[in-house]
């Protein structure tokens, strides 16, 4: 998609503060003390730039301003001292081996630092010079030690300490740059540029919101004289960041707001049939979404929205009311999905439910025959076919629809904005719907889908049991396949996801392959043990499919391809290997595969972790099946990663603003995006020149965003 590819640009400084002659755009390596070596360990850091290394932002501070007397020091406590060097010596204890020892004294008494390998500090460190010290201190026989300390000269020949003796700030750091030498960099190009970036937010905003200017930012942030300065720094820096995501996304929301719907539903009794017959009642959430959705289907411009809603809570019911509005009123609807299990899932469910109301419903995706994909296109185009399911797919060019009028996307942070803009840009302008059983804050959604109303589906259907879930070591495998084959006898069915390989399918495909044979000779013989992965071809995966809904599958081993789209009523156990190697959202996914029936369902996760994030996302899956507590764990735990990374959203990166912790801020910006937005919709006035170029920049769609 020409003129739609994410900027890689990461910056905080916008471009109208690093035009081509600014020295905050010059290549990093030229700045003093740089040069190449040291560029290519910056590069690694995502620093290229000087105005890069000014927003390379310190992980914490440490408090090296409380100085302790020498006499005062604990063993195993990391101290700042100021003493004087009494004397220096540099021994070989060993070969290999070379000690550089100081004598250090103040008024309270006698220490020592000692440093390894580091034979230049004996001509740095001269008998009589002054001096902060910060080390680890250790005590042993009466004498004290400060091992390998950072010092800093106090006598004059430094007006002011940088690495010890304050708040010092602590980098992300790579092999070849140590702390030290970080610092000496951004100090250097805090003092020769940071005067130099010039603030894009007005004055009146900086001044009504008590904001400090950016280059008293800039330096606040990383050497502050008190940890309030810092935090207001930081947070004067991620507000811009935020601000500018939220102009581009206000803009956006303007865009798709000002678009007319170019045709309207015919009325019809579709819904009303659809919903009186099914098996059960609604719940009052799902209620509310439809008649969210349909009341802005006969609205004025295309539906815009997304279907938030935890695994179990009924999205795909809301979905299908939607899209027999759509039929009803003489359009065709598609629903996309991210693989081809899902899709295929999804085509079933789809045909149960609307299969007495005369629908024509058919299947697209690329493992089907060239046959069977011209005949369904064909049909499409010849509008043949009401509603069409499918992957992406659906959205290539030689899939043209007679009368498109509704598209649902499921599991959307698999897609992106930009497919939606493509969808728009096509020329049908059809109503959206977005489903994602992804549970964040709505200041997140809201963010992440900046273009999209949000319907949150809150409540479970009645009767639907809670699955047990359970943890158990590695050693106690023999008990779980017990339980399983004891579940197998009482009639029910029974999954087993192999453990996860990172970045090989391939790999991943040959494991699923070995845990199924072995499961079958040592635990299952007798029984019918399947095997499902991403390599099998299409209609391999039917047919295990096929086999297991019909019940002739006991048990299934399978990779994470069915972590969405499988529903079999009849499955009660999900066994998850080696757990702790997934993530708490694809955890709680995979759990939902079972406790979609009458029985009770269990899911025991076998793992002994070595760390402590994975010891704690075991306790989570143990003590809550609530999405929202486990989503919000997941963040705490991973970090946003790449289910709340910006890039696959059409977003620009962030540097500085973090999308977990900041919520506030998220909302904040927001809010003053759109009232910048409502007063100066293209941005033209001269006091948002600046706000204009940083969202041209780092939008990728920006030159449509900015027309007024």
């Known amino acids: 998609m020409a003129g739609l ?78 003493a004087t060097v009494a004397a220096v010596s540099q021994f070989r204890p060993r070969r290999g081996l070379v000690v550089v020892k100081a004598a250090l004294l103040d008024d309270s008494g006698i220490a020592y630092a000692v440093w390894f390998n580091q034979p230049y500090l004996k001509q740095q460190l001269r008998r009589g010079m002054r001096a902060l010290f910060f080390g680890r201190v250790e005590r042993r026989g009466g004498e004290i030690t400060l091992q390998s300390p950072e010092f800093e000269p106090v006598d004059g020949s430094a007006e002011e300490t940088w690495h010890t003796g304050r708040l ?134 295309p539906l815009s929205r997304l279907l938030q809603g935890d695994v179990g809570s009924g999205k795909t019911v809301v979905a299908v009311a939607a899209m027999l509005l759509c039929v009803q009123g003489g359009r065709q609807a598609a629903l996309m999905a991210p693989t081809e299990i899902l899709a295929e899932q999804h085509y079933l469910t789809v045909r149960r439910l609307v299969g007495d109301l005369g629908v024509r419903v058919a299947l697209l995706t690329g493992g089907r025959s060239a046959a ?133 399918e391939k790999l991943q495909a040959k494991a699923a392959a070995q845990l199924a044979e072995e499961l079958s000779r040592e635990f299952f013989p007798g029984l019918t043990v399947g095997l499902l992965h991403g390599r099998m071809p299409a209609e391999e995966k039917d047919r295990v499919m096929d086999a297991l809904r019909r019940g002739e599958i006991h048990v299934l081993v399978a990779t994470t391809v069915i972590e969405v789209g499988i529903d079999v009523p009849n499955a009660s156990v999900m066994v998850i290997e080696d757990a702790d190697r997934f993530g708490l959202a694809q955890l709680h996914q995979l759990r939902g595969r079972v406790g979609r029936g009458s029985h009770r369902s269990y899911c025991i996760l076998i793992a002994s972790p070595t760390t402590e994030e994975g010891r704690r996302r075991m306790e989570v899956m143990v003590a809550t099946t609530d999405g929202f507590r486990i989503a919000q764990e997941d963040l705490r735990l991973r970090g946003p990663g790449e289910l709340l990374g910006t890039r696959q959203h059409g977003l620009p990166d962030l540097r500085v603003a973090d999308l977990q912790v900041d919520l506030p801020l998220i909302e904040e910006a927001r809010e003053v995006a759109a009232e910048i937005v409502r007063r100066d919709p293209g941005l033209r006035a001269p006091e948002h020149a600046g706000l204009r170029e940083a969202v041209r920049e780092r939008f990728a769609d920006a030159s449509l965003l900015l027309v007024s």
């Open 5 to 82: 590819s994410v900027p890689t640009s990461t910056s905080v400084l916008p471009a109208h503060r690093r035009a081509s002659a600014s020295p905050l755009r010059a290549p990093v390596q030229y700045l003093k003390g740089v040069g190449p070596a040291r560029a290519a360990a910056l590069a690694r850091l995502g620093v290229s730039t000087v105005g890069d290394l000014l927003v390379h932002l310190p992980r914490r501070h440490e408090d090296r301003s409380r100085l302790t007397p020498l006499r005062d020091l604990a063993h195993g406590s990391e101290t700042t001292v100021q």
């Open 168 to 301: 010092v700030p602590i980098y992300p750091a790579t092999e070849g740059l140590s702390q030290r030498v970080l610092r000496t960099l951004v100090r250097t190009a805090l003092t020769l540029h940071a005067a130099e970036a010039e603030d894009i937010l007005p004055q009146e905003l900086l001044a009504a919101r008590g904001l400090p200017p950016l280059p008293q930012a800039l330096w606040a942030v990383h050497f502050p004289e008190r940890v309030e300065a810092q935090q207001a720094a930081r947070r004067r820096l991620a507000f811009e960041e935020l601000l500018v995501l939220q102009l581009g996304l206000a803009l956006r929301r303007r865009q798709t707001a000002r678009l007319a719907r170019p045709f309207q539903y015919a009325p019809g009794t579709l819904v009303d049939r659809f919903i009186a017959a099914l098996p059960f009642p609604l719940t009052a959430a799902q209620q509310r979404a439809i008649a969210e959705i349909i009341a802005e289907m006969r609205g004025p411009h």
């Open 372 to 504: 069977q994909r011209a005949q369904v296109r064909q049909a499409v185009q010849s509008g043949q076919v009401d509603l069409v399911v499918g992957t992406h797919a659906l959205i290539e060019d030689e899939v043209t629809f007679a009368r498109l009028g509704l598209v649902v996307v499921d599991e959307q942070h698999k897609f992106g904005v930009l497919q939606r803009a493509r969808l728009r840009r096509k020329g049908f302008a059809p109503d959206v719907l977005v489903m994602t059983a992804t549970p964040i804050p709505r200041t997140l959604a809201l963010t992440l889908y900046g273009d999209l109303d949000v319907t949150v589906l809150d409540e479970l259907p009645p009767g639907r049991r809670p699955v047990a879930t359970y943890w158990r070591q590695a050693a106690a495998r023999p008990k779980v396949y017990a339980f399983v084959r004891q579940q197998i006898a009482e009639g029910r069915q029974a999954y087993v996801v192999c453990p996860l390989i990172e970045d090989s």
